[in-house]
């Protein structure tokens, strides 16, 4: 166990479904992330959390939405998907805010593998 | 653009033989840097990170990588790899911004 607590672990959707991706940290940490992995490509960071506050939207289209209620839990809120949303989404969390002071050694879940059809 | 290039998408080795990752990033101010480690069906875990000071850093399950400025790299060495290494290896770099911008990564494949 890692410390950080993704689930589900997989999930399958429809395009016009609605659900939730939950992280859940242990750790104490004050920051969390939420980042796609797709084959072939470098992880995208999606959104940043500092103290339960939003500091980083990297353009993520709306169909995503985050939601951070304390610095414990993350959820990202999906609705009408693409296929090409397909991906694992990994959560992560981290002691400083997400900046470089080189504190900010990250900490990840397992990640959620998500299929759209 | 700032990145963070591994050029190798696949390194196939036998296993006891050495191996190296390679990791570029395209920075001329300090940098610091990183190696995680994923392996099947898990999350990302740290191996590995320079922040300052020795340009040699090593893990605890044998992996070393050297900063090197002049050449903007950062690869990853293991001088005698096991089966149990078989994984992807992603470099990652917090570089001008306060951005972690990671590599594609490497998938490390050994083979008995």
């Known amino acids: 166990e890692t410390g950080v607590t993704q689930t589900p672990r997989h999930l399958v959707m429809g395009m016009t479904n609605k659900k939730s991706l939950k992280c859940e940290q242990h750790?104490?940490?004050?920051?969390m992330y939420w980042y796609k992995q797709s084959a072939k490509k470098p992880l995208e960071l999606m959104f940043v959390?500092?103290?339960?506050?939003?500091?980083e939207n990297n353009s993520v289209p709306s169909r995503f939405s985050p939601e951070c209620p304390n610095s414990s839990h993350l959820f990202l809120h999906l609705h009408t998907l693409q296929p090409e949303d397909s991906a694992l989404y990994l959560c992560?969390?981290?002691?400083?805010?997400?900046?470089?002071?080189?504190?900010?050694?990250?900490?990840f879940g397992a990640g959620s593998r998500l299929t759209v059809l | 653009a700032q990145s963070v290039t591994q050029l190798d998408s696949q390194v196939p080795v036998f296993e006891e033989a050495p191996v190296e990752l390679r990791c570029n990033y395209s920075?001329?101010?300090?940098?610091?840097l990183f190696w995680y480690v994923q392996y099947p069906n898990q999350g990302l875990q740290l191996l590995l990170k320079?922040?300052?000071?020795?340009?040699l850093v090593e893990s605890i399950n044998g992996f070393e990588a050297e900063f090197n400025k002049s050449q903007t790299s950062f690869h990853l060495r293991k001088p005698s790899v096991h089966i149990s290494d078989t994984a992807e290896y992603f470099c990652?770099?917090?570089?001008?911004?306060?951005?972690?911008?990671f590599g594609t990564g490497t998938r490390l494949q050994v083979f008995p």
């Open positions: 750790l104490g940490h004050n920051a």
């Open positions: 990652a770099a917090y570089l001008i911004t306060d951005k972690l911008i």
């Open positions: 920075s001329s101010v300090s940098v610091y």
């Open positions: 959390y500092n103290f339960k506050e939003q500091t």
């Open positions: 320079y922040l300052s000071g020795s340009t």
């Open positions: 992560a969390s981290s002691q400083g805010g997400g900046g470089s002071s080189g504190a900010n050694v990250l900490t």
